[in-house]
């Protein structure tokens, strides 16, 4: 069945798009797109904010585990899930976040139907310095929402295949890594294949 995005979600919006100067560190943490990957959020850099900043900020995001954020300036179109015992995060602008309603859609099953359409984000983007995506136009994107158990079967397939993909990327940077080309004492190039090395040039 399809749906609106914003008939699948209890809440749509972005972050700050004046935030805060922020303080030297805390546990409060402002978080933007450069922060948000597929399926993954990293906590490299943030913007650090008070107790008093967080709250007014938090008025805004109400961030809480099983929510789904998502880059919307920039590189539009990365989706991650808030995971659990994360509860002190905000967002800045270029960052929106979306509240799914768990009776009719899993949260990692709109994780990856959104990122299905990344594609058609790009493309509907606007801007001039930086593209983006209004939260009227995310709130009306039409996504094909399944009965639960079909959702839950979805995400088993998609998981499996998403690991599959990690392992060979993993694999691929050790393979990068061992094949590094280096100089010798005499100036020797070779390309180091694990335990053997194979001249290049000299």
Do not use: W
């Not at 450069?34 to 938090?58: H, W």
């Amino acid at each position: 069945m399809e749906y609106k995005l914003s008939d699948i979600c209890s809440g749509i919006t972005d972050g700050s798009h004046n935030p805060p100067a922020g303080i030297s560190n805390s546990d409060y943490l402002m978080l933007s797109s450069k922060n948000i990957f597929d399926d993954e959020i990293t906590f490299d850099a943030p913007r650090y904010l008070s107790e008093e900043q967080f709250v007014v900020e938090n008025k805004r995001t109400r961030i809480k585990p099983g929510d789904i954020l998502m880059t919307i300036v920039g590189t539009v179109g990365r989706t991650a899930i808030v995971p659990d015992g994360i509860s002190t995060i905000t967002l800045q602008r270029s960052v929106a976040v979306l509240h799914p309603l768990k009776d009719i859609c899993f949260s990692r099953y709109l994780m990856y139907a959104l990122r299905s359409k990344r594609k058609f984000f790009e493309s509907e983007a606007h801007g001039v310095a930086q593209k983006g995506i209004y939260l009227k136009q995310l709130s009306n994107i039409i996504v094909d929402v399944p009965e639960l158990e079909r959702q839950e079967a979805t995400v088993q397939i998609l998981d499996f295949v998403q690991n599959i993909i990690k392992k060979r990327h993993e694999e691929l940077d050790k393979l990068v890594y061992s094949c590094t080309a280096k100089d010798d004492a005499g100036g020797v190039r070779y390309l180091r294949r694990s335990s053997r090395q194979i001249k290049i040039s000299g």
